[in-house]
């Protein structure tokens, strides 16, 4: 059984804290039970699926904190209403129920699926399988991240088709390399293990790329993989992973998001490779130094989002009700209505261009985004 007694009792007592701290805050009484229902479901969800520790466990906290957790909760802090800052509230609220009432069903449905064992991943890797995995990973997603920019570092358009396709699909995964290697020392024993000379190498390197990539979630993605994996071996109560978490979320906001915000419109992702190489560096050298040019940089940035406040705007995609509650509202507004849009549109991708030429070049989420008008048509 998944749900013990004082599992069941920490699923409880949270979205009971969830609902009453909305109301307090003014959240429409239909809204807040709605989004307590969801975090309700999402929190069972992390149960079902064996908890922080495990893959579908951990994927569903990521998704419940990143959705309504985080974000719900600095509302309440605040003292504001959830649905304040809403174009949809109700739609999004009863979206985001019965969102989290499926993830926990289907989660819930796999669990009680049984794999071969010579299909499963769930099984043991030896040290040298995993040593080799480890290498792998990092040759093949770091090949297919640069070798995945050569045609707009040419002036071309984003080819989805042929090597490239593969090597754009493989470059995302660049982020988690971090993370076998530090399995590997783990149980290899390794001494100073999160401060062993190969992981603080790999760290700083994927720190680089992610910086010239000029994307937020690149920039910080293998540092919140890096503290994971701390937090799995020393547990959530250690404070030297909490003062790490804590200078990566100042780092990010006071360097990392005024700098990517910035930097796309100079130029750092239509030009040369070269040129790239030059802009990212004086830009991000003149963020990280000058006072004067991160405060102008940040009044330039775009503000308005979930939280409302100039000095959360950095977090605002760790409120993703915000970003669903834009969709929502413009279908709604524009009855642009998916369908089976974005479950097809997988499947296009994965099609070879010679039996599909006319297939996506961008993910769905790039179709979904000129629905919510985040985009121009053409983007």
Known sequence: MFLTRQRLLLVLVTAAFYL???????????????????????????????????????????????????????????????????????TTALVMAIGFGALFMGTLVQSRLSCPQSWSFNRPFSNEMLL??????????????????????????????????????????KSFSIVPPMLYLWRTNAARWMTHPLIVAMLTWSALVGIFSTNKQDAMEPLAFYVLVGFLRYG???LRIWSLLSAGLVYYAVIIFPFSQYVRGTGARESTF?????????????????????????????????FNQPLLA?????????????????TERQQAFTGWET?????????????????????????????????????
């Open 20 to 90: 009453v701290g909305q109301l307090l805050a003014g959240t429409e009484i239909t809204v807040a039970s709605l989004f307590a229902l969801a975090i309700l479901f999402g929190t069972l969800s992390i149960f079902a699926g064996g908890g922080l520790r495990c893959a579908f466990g951990c994927l569903n906290a990521i998704l419940i904190g990143k959705f309504l957790l985080f974000g719900i909760a600095i509302k309440i802090l605040l003292h504001e209403p959830a649905d304040g800052t809403l174009a949809a509230p109700l």
């Open 132 to 173: 080799s995995f480890s290498i792998v990973l990092f040759v093949v997603s770091y090949a297919g991240y640069f070798a995945g920019l050569i045609p707009s570092t040419q002036g071309a358009a984003v080819q989805s088709g042929g090597w490239l396709g593969f090597a754009r699909t493989l470059g995302p995964l």
């Open 236 to 238: 959530f109560r250690d």
């Open 274 to 306: 070269e040129r790239r190489i030059e802009i990212t560096e004086e830009t991000f050298w003149r963020v990280t130094s000058d006072q004067g040019f991160r405060s102008a940089v940040s009044d330039r940035i775009e503000k308005p989002g979930y």
């Open 314 to 330: 950095a977090f605002d995609r760790l409120a993703l009700v915000g970003e669903a509650d834009k969709l929502i509202s413009a």
């Open 343 to 379: 479950i097809t549109w997988g499947f296009k991708l994965m099609t070879p261009s010679f039996l599909f030429p006319g297939k996506p070049v961008l993910e769905a989420g790039n179709y979904l985004a000129h629905i919510a008008g985040e985009v121009g048509a053409g983007g």
